[in-house]
DNA sequence: AGCCAGTTGCAAACGGTTTGCAACTGGGTG
DNA sequence: CACCCAGTTGCAAACCGTTTGCAACTGGCT
């Protein structure tokens, strides 16, 4: 069975550059401030998606507010350099993007612990095709995570 | 290939009874009281899953307070009667679901006119099986909606 | 060096959801 | 059938993640 993704998605977790992530800001005609290479300095360390708070907590107290990095993650989220995921508790997370990459994968979360691994496997592109023709709808996608108990936390 | 599911749910949309849903409510030793009976009754008469936002505007108006309705949600979760949705909008959605029946399905959704389908299709259980295995999880489930453009809306 | 669009911190606003509390009521009991 | 109380309700305030208005500030161009 074909389970391959039809999105581009290095699983790679090599760390980028941080040079090459303000660069890609650069280009952007964005600006290159403190806080934005804090927070990008904090994702490019982090191979699991992080929530703001998270990001926030992880940085040298005082280097920036919550809301700078509320606002520098939807500009990242814009830009195609961070992906949003949400893990259904209310609190969005983001996970940064390698270049040309789209971002498009999936998670196994425990509902315990929170410990979340990576899943290589996509929903099936030839029955995702077929939802789409037989319900008329055009550029569809999907949203999918999966939760269970971690070895950990089943003892 | 086999895509179906290993949940129970019966894609039938024929109403349940109000008798019925008011004796499950019986059974569980909670009271059938006017606020309870017409959100029931909302529920009843709407195949896709509704926001209580949505529930409380369908409302006769002053039938009951916003905070009964999501207290009335919460109950109806925890004793399986309702299933929860997330759109990912940042509000839940619910749905009734049949006796003996778990609710899990999935949903196409537009992303300009937020039209919903529901989906038969669910992500198959062999690949899910691999997973869970693959990383020693157990109890795995998963959270899966599909977002694209309606026909109505590619006009 | 100077300028200005873009960025920041702060505090207030926001929208969905939860909660404390006092008044009320469904439905079993005597 | 009247009584009683756990469960339920309305209201308002609290909560939590997120967004926004605004005045001060700054990166990076000229």
Same mark, same amino acid.
């Given at each position: ?7 581009? +998605? ?8 941080? *040079? ?16 934005? *290479? ?9 191979? +699991? ?7 926030? *907590? ?6 920036? %507010? ?22 259904? %508790? ?10 040309? %990459? %789209?971002?498009?994968?999936?998670h196994l979360v ?6 979340v691994v990576?899943i ?26 999966f939760?269970g ?7």
């Amino acid at each position: 069975m074909k389970t391959s993704c039809q999105h581009r +998605h290095r699983h790679s977790h090599k760390k980028q550059e941080l *040079a090459a992530l303000t660069s890609r800001l650069r280009r952007e005609a964005r600006k290159i401030t403190g806080p934005r *290479a804090a927070i990008l300095e904090i994702l490019r360390h982090h191979p +699991h998606p992080l929530t703001n708070k998270e990001i926030f *907590a992880q940085l040298p107290k005082g280097e920036c %507010d919550l809301a700078t990095i509320y606002r520098a993650m939807q500009m990242l989220e814009k830009l195609g350099m961070v992906k949003r995921f949400d893990f259904g %508790d209310g609190a969005a997370r983001f996970e940064l993007v390698g270049e040309g %990459d %789209d971002g498009h994968h999936h998670h196994l979360v425990c509902t315990r612990c929170a410990e979340v691994v990576e899943i290589a496997e996509c929903f099936p592109e030839e029955i995702e095709r077929r939802i789409a023709n037989t319900n008329g709808f055009t550029g569809v996608t999907h949203r999918l995570e999966f939760f269970g108990l971690c070895p950990e936390c089943q003892k």
